[in-house]
């Protein structure tokens, strides 16, 4: 059992280590935002199998345990997991449930309701984000509405729809839970905000007719408004990402590059390290848990 668990973890821990090497700008932005996502949610959701069956294991052969389960042992066709590596593995959980109740309580406490497709907020700073969910829809500031001219107001809607249409807030969620378990993906977060912001550009370049210099004009015409104003720019904002990347890309499109083979085989390797491991574990599970 342990080295069935550990050679997973270990696998994931290198894979999700090296995504950094991967060039992700140079990738289709829908592309490099799907992958680095399932890249996260499939390594942590792994991991916490693996701390899972390693610490249930553990406890479930204590006194304890086994009164909870009524003197049944939900692992009752694998080894006894050793004393230190059960504490090990029940501590991380622990740590990890706390880390992602800290990020969705922190998340809700920021949630702006909207009152509908578009609210105006009476403000002079440079504002203009989106708000996606059941209540969602963009934000804009009456300071950003002045900066900008009709035909860049076009561009702005249309990129923050794309954000709405695209939930690419379930994105930027999901990737903050994932490095509650893997701290290291910390590092991916520009990245993958820049690919939602990527790819509600191409969305409003396809709004105004290929028109290039058109978005890359209200993109830098907005973050120059936001830094005069000193205004942060929050998830899903016109203004947010890699402003200057974002316009060289806009002006000066890159040829697209071909998914690398390095991509396809991180997916390809955690994937089968979740699969072929892990299914035998949660369905020995539920083969042996007591309902009565």
Do not use: K
Not at 138 to 157: I, K
């Amino acid at each position: 059992m342990l080295v069935t668990t550990f050679l997973p973890l270990v696998g994931v821990v290198m894979v999700t280590a090296g995504v950094r090497a991967v060039p992700w700008r140079r990738l289709p932005p829908r592309v490099a935002l799907w992958t680095l996502t399932s890249v996260a949610v499939v390594g942590s959701v792994t991991v916490l199998i693996a701390a899972a069956v390693l610490a249930g294991g553990f406890l479930l052969a204590t006194p304890v345990g086994r009164w909870l389960v009524d003197a049944c042992s939900l692992f009752a066709a694998h080894h006894q997991v050793p004393v230190a590596v059960g504490l090990a593995a029940s501590t991380v959980l622990g740590v990890v449930a706390w880390r992602i109740g800290t990020t969705l309580a922190g998340e809700w406490s920021t949630r702006v309701e909207c009152d509908g497709p578009l609210t105006v907020l009476d403000d002079a700073e440079p504002i203009a984000f989106a708000r996606s969910g059941r209540r969602g829809g963009v934000v804009v500031s009456t300071g950003m509405l002045e900066v900008l001219e009709p035909a860049e107001r076009r561009v702005l809607f249309a990129h923050e729809r794309a954000h709405v249409r695209a939930r690419h807030d379930v994105h930027l969620l999901l990737h903050r839970v994932a490095t509650a378990t893997l701290p290291w993906l910390g590092a991916l977060g520009e990245e993958v905000r820049l690919a939602t912001e990527r790819a509600a550009d191409a969305a409003a370049l396809a709004e105004v007719n290929g028109d290039r210099r058109l978005v890359a004009t209200a993109i830098a015409r907005a973050a120059l408004a936001s830094d005069r104003h000193g205004t942060a720019a929050p998830a899903l904002a016109f203004n947010g990402g890699a402003v200057g990347y974002r316009v060289q890309s806009m002006l000066h499109p890159a040829g697209r590059a071909a998914l690398p083979a390095s991509v396809t085989g991180m997916l390809g390797l955690v994937g089968a390290l979740a699969a072929t491991v892990f299914v035998h574990h949660v369905a020995t599970l539920l083969e042996h848990i007591c309902l009565s």
